[in-house]
């Protein structure tokens, strides 16, 4: 199987083509974050120097949040257009799994990190179990001093990645020695991890409805549903 | 002769729109999404809210597109976009989704200038003869762009501050009304008179420029003056009133850019190209150029539309715009002022 693998959710960008596990060819940039100038040339490249052409595809792989909302929309509309253009599978994998996938450690909680600002973040708590990876919190945007009631009880180490910096300090003193910082390498999403993953995943069954992962209202939408709290939200878009 | 072909697309405000043009003057499919209800909550469109939505309809409305078409992506010969001028993060979606079906299917790809594609509508019910003028209006733009020949835009004149369109969502909501106000507004002022005499904001300047912040303000004070001394105002006649600045700046502006250019045809278009004061008073206006035909967009294409894309996509491409998978949304995008002193 063919796969084509998308992580453009924060600062990185990463696209991998794989031949079911084997890695055919993958771009990683940290460099700059102008994903719709670069995300369709490095997707181009990477099909052409695997020898492929689009239609060979079988499965897009896209890491669909959270993340920067442009982020993940680049992403996830490429992914999702690819796959309903050329008729091919989809799935979608949570983008902080993805990071937690860099850490292959049994014996401790993977803990990846996105900076949602002012001391909030977007967060999961994920380990492995027997080769497999499982989450232990679910993905959510939530409040520092929050997230710390909820994972301080776990007596098992605790590892960090991602947008550690804003929140190390504040970590080490509430978990102690039971913080691990991890490296920062494994901080920066692989698509070839993404596309790995994504292979013994069941694919989306209605490509047209897959919408980013934002776990986070708009402002303007969260104000309205505070005063409209029952409110159905489903045809506030209409074909005409 | 084989078919040409576009799959046009069009998402930089607040309609995710797909159509499927042939030969540049055909519509085969216009799948037009709209946001209007879910914008109306906030009294406005929040662009992070018309990116979300833009991204949940996209893929829907190209198939959707295709097979009202009843063609396949092996029928297509170009893929065409809006690129600009838009909110940048609605005008990604559809550059994006393009991009990806340019590459998957092996098609040209070409960027298409949004207003472009407002005045190309207009070839979608009678070929465009040039020169020809158009007045272009909507919620985002006011401008005069004059055509000397096909795929050559010169502007002559524009807003100097608000759009149009965007004067009419602002005294709109003084009056109660929610955006987009454009068709209640119009409504009303068919009702009233004209009794409040606004400013008609650089009517008599010696050049095709506009403006209509003075206008919103000198109605906004009207209105606010009234209330504070209990005073209750005909809002038909405000509706009046300001319709009738508004038509009577953008008609004489048009008069005196077709004195200046002798033209063939005079396109209206945007989406306050709906208003039915403004095309009254054109029609009126246009029985003094009898050298020039008026060429009104129909209602049904002066919204945002991916139709007009697909008109003025398959124009572009028999001109050589290409764009490569780098295409980039360009929320700023304009065409060139006339290049000479006229201003």
């Not at chain 1, 499982?134 to 909820?150: G, K, M, P, R």
């Not at chain 2, 009202?68 to 989704?97: F, H, K, M």
């Not at chain 2, 501050?161 to 454009?182: F, M, Q, T």
């Not at chain 2, 294409?301 to 295409?327: F, P, Q, S």
């Amino acid at each position: 199987m063919k796969i084509l693998a998308i992580d453009t959710s924060n600062k990185p960008l990463s696209v991998a083509v794989m031949d079911n596990d084997n890695l055919l060819a993958q771009t990683t940039l940290t460099t700059h974050r102008k994903h719709a100038e670069f995300l369709m040339p490095v997707i181009e490249d990477l099909v052409q120097k695997s020898d492929l052409l689009p239609t060979d595809l079988d499965r897009v792989v896209v890491a669909d949040g959270p993340g920067s909302y442009t982020g993940i929309r680049m992403a996830v509309t490429a992914a999702k257009t690819i796959a309903s253009t050329l008729g091919i599978e989809l799935v979608t994998v949570s983008s902080l799994l993805n990071l937690a996938l860099n850490i292959q450690k049994e014996d401790a909680l993977i803990n990846p990190i996105f900076d949602g600002r002012n001391q909030n973040m977007f967060t999961g708590l994920y380990r492995w179990n027997h080769g497999s990876i499982e989450t232990v919190i679910a993905d959510q945007h939530i409040n520092l001093s929050n997230w710390l009631e909820l994972i301080h009880n776990y007596g098992e180490q605790i590892v960090i990645i991602g947008d550690t910096d804003s929140f190390e300090k504040d970590m080490r003193t509430a978990l102690h020695s039971q913080l691990v910082v991890g490296d920062s390498l494994d901080g920066i999403p692989s698509a070839a991890k993404l596309g790995q993953y994504g292979l013994t995943q069941a694919p989306i069954k209605d490509v047209d409805a897959v919408v980013p992962r934002y776990l986070r209202l708009t402002k303007a939408e969260a104000d309205w549903k505070k005063l409209h709290p029952n409110e159905d939200t489903h045809d506030y878009v209409e074909k005409v | 002769m084989a078919r040409d072909l576009v799959l046009s697309f069009e998402t930089s405000c607040d309609e995710t729109s797909v159509a499927v043009i042939e030969n540049g003057n055909q519509i085969l499919s216009n799948i037009v999404a709209t946001q209007i209800k879910s914008h109306q909550r906030f009294g406005g469109v929040v662009p992070e809210v018309a990116s979300r939505h833009h991204i949940e309809q996209i893929t829907g409305c190209i198939n959707d597109a295709l097979k009202e078409a009843d063609v396949t992506y092996d029928d297509l010969t170009s893929v065409a976009v809006t690129y600009g001028p838009g909110l940048v993060g609605a005008l990604l979606i559809g550059v994006t989704a393009a991009k990806a079906v340019a590459w998957a299917h092996h098609l040209p790809l070409v960027p298409v200038n949004h207003l472009a594609g407002h005045i190309y509508a207009a070839r979608l019910v009678e070929p465009i003869e040039f020169p020809a003028m158009a007045l272009v209006v909507s919620g985002g733009h006011t401008e005069l762009v004059y055509m000397p020949e096909e795929n050559k835009f010169e502007i002559i004149g524009e807003t100097r501050d608000d759009a149009a369109g965007e004067a009419y969502d602002k005294i709109g909501r003084v009056l109660g009304i929610n955006y987009p106000a454009g068709k209640p507004v119009d409504e009303l002022a068919h009702k009233g008179q004209d009794t409040f005499k606004f400013p008609r904001a650089m009517d008599s300047d010696d050049n095709f420029d506009f403006s209509f912040s003075g206008l919103k303000s000198a109605f906004i004070n009207t209105v606010h003056h009234a209330d504070q001394i209990n005073e209750t105002l005909s809002r038909e006649d405000l509706a009046a009133s300001f319709q009738q600045a508004v038509v009577d700046v953008l008609a004489d502006k048009t008069d005196r850019a077709l004195k200046e250019f002798p033209v063939k045809q005079l396109i209206l278009a945007g989406g306050v190209a709906a208003n039915k004061g403004l095309r009254e008073r054109l029609t009126k206006n246009l029985a003094a150029f009898k050298d020039t035909k008026l060429e009104l967009v129909p209602l049904s294409l002066c919204g945002d539309n991916a139709a007009m894309i697909g008109a003025a996509g398959e124009m572009l491409y028999r001109h050589g715009a290409r764009a490569d998978a780098t295409l980039n949304a360009d929320p700023g995008l304009e065409f060139d002022w006339l290049a000479d002193e006229i201003k």
